[in-house]
């Protein structure tokens, strides 16, 4: 990997329950980066309905405008560190509904470095999540999109520990 001049993001992407939110959040303590939160999960706590299709949008939009936030608050910073973007977005919307908005596929981020967490670890129960039986082949799906798109990725697996500390090291070389 190499450094770039430009904030770069780092961006936890993979299918539901596959400790995004956690490691996203124990790597931006520990470096004290900028983390920009799942705009989704409060928008869907928030609606107090089944989302639609049309929601998507303004999802992605709020997200995107979060992370654009936080990249020019903290312009002296390197790294972002971001729970999910508009890839996840794009890739669920092509999942459950078969077509995804323009403006989110305007939008990908090819130029972050991407984790990709894998789902080997028990499902948890929450009523916003929608698919534990699919898991690994919904990995699959953005294991293909990030090669596809020739997009920087590791895989993280195994424990949360094994997760942390791989994700560690790689954070120290491109803060170094």
């Not at 983390?35 to 107090?48: D, G, H, M, P, W």
């Not at 596929?105 to 990709?116: C, E, T, V």
């Not at 294991?143 to 120290?172: A, H, M, Y």
Request: aromatic content about 8%.
């Amino acid at each position: 990997m190499e450094k770039r001049n430009l904030i770069r993001k780092i961006v936890l992407t993979g299918p539901e329950c596959s400790g995004k939110t956690t490691l996203s959040t124990e790597i931006a303590t520990q470096f004290n980066l900028p983390l920009v939160k799942e705009y989704a999960r409060s928008f869907l706590t928030q609606i107090n309905r089944p989302y639609k299709y049309e929601d998507l949008l303004k999802v992605a939009k709020k997200q995107l405008e979060s992370e654009n936030q936080k990249s020019n608050l903290n312009s002296k910073k390197q790294l972002v560190i971001c729970d999910t973007n508009l890839q996840v977005i794009k890739l669920w919307s092509l999942i459950k509904y078969g077509k995804c908005d323009p403006f989110i596929l305007k939008n990908q981020d090819y130029d972050s470095l991407y984790i990709l967490c894998s789902p080997d670890f028990k499902w948890e129960e929450d009523p916003l999540r929608e698919d534990e039986h699919n898991r690994k082949k919904i990995f699959e799906i953005y294991k293909e999109e990030l090669r596809k798109n020739k997009q920087d990725f590791i895989i993280v697996n195994g424990t949360n520990d094994k997760r942390i500390n791989l994700l560690s090291s790689v954070i120290k070389q491109l803060i170094n």
